[in-house]
């Protein structure tokens, strides 16, 4: 991803839920909710640059599905959660159509976080099986969310002038950042972590397990 990064939009009819969700979203991106279908086509339509979007299924206004169907018409491949009070089978088949995650509520921070992390790999990378591979690797590395980006903007198009820039830190703190990342992931250079992942992308592989084994996936060169 060469611009800024985006936005999340949280569709859930119970203003104290709605808060709480963008209150967490907004420690990794800008974020704001709609109360209803309409306020949701309204954010939809009044901008593109979106990151992810949650929906509750029970809206006052219809169902959540309807504002998942328009956002598939728009963004293709925007990723998606949705969250539902009930776990009934149709729910969850059409959500999966949809190519959305879908979550019982109440979704816990485990749950949303996890999203977000997928959500900001596949914004710098967009690439389903890469985003998920990151995400193993985010929870069995621990990375912040920080790191989870620095080593997903690895992977893309991301320049470190536009990282700095996205970051606003300092090109000190940006190589700190990167010393804990490779210390955790038990690699030697930030090169040589994105070919790890790159490799069990490629072969279909589990990126957590391998990555952070020393003397593993190294760089030949």
Known sequence: MSGAPGNFLV??????AAENMVRLLQRVRPSQFALTIREARQALSSRWDWTGLIVDIGLPDGSGLEVVRL????????PIMVLTGHHDRASINASHELRAEFVCKPASEGDLFGFVRRAVAFERVPDQRLAFLLDEVARRCTLSMR?????????????????LEQFGVSDNTLKSQIRVLLRKTKHDSLDSLAKAVLREALEGGRAGSRVATPGLLKDDG
């Open 71 to 78: 956002a598939r018409d728009r963004f293709p491949i925007l």
């Open 11 to 16: 569709v859930e009819d119970e203003p104290h």
């Open 147 to 163: 790191e989870t980006e620095i080593l997903a903007a690895a992977l893309g198009s991301t320049t470190r002038a536009q990282l």
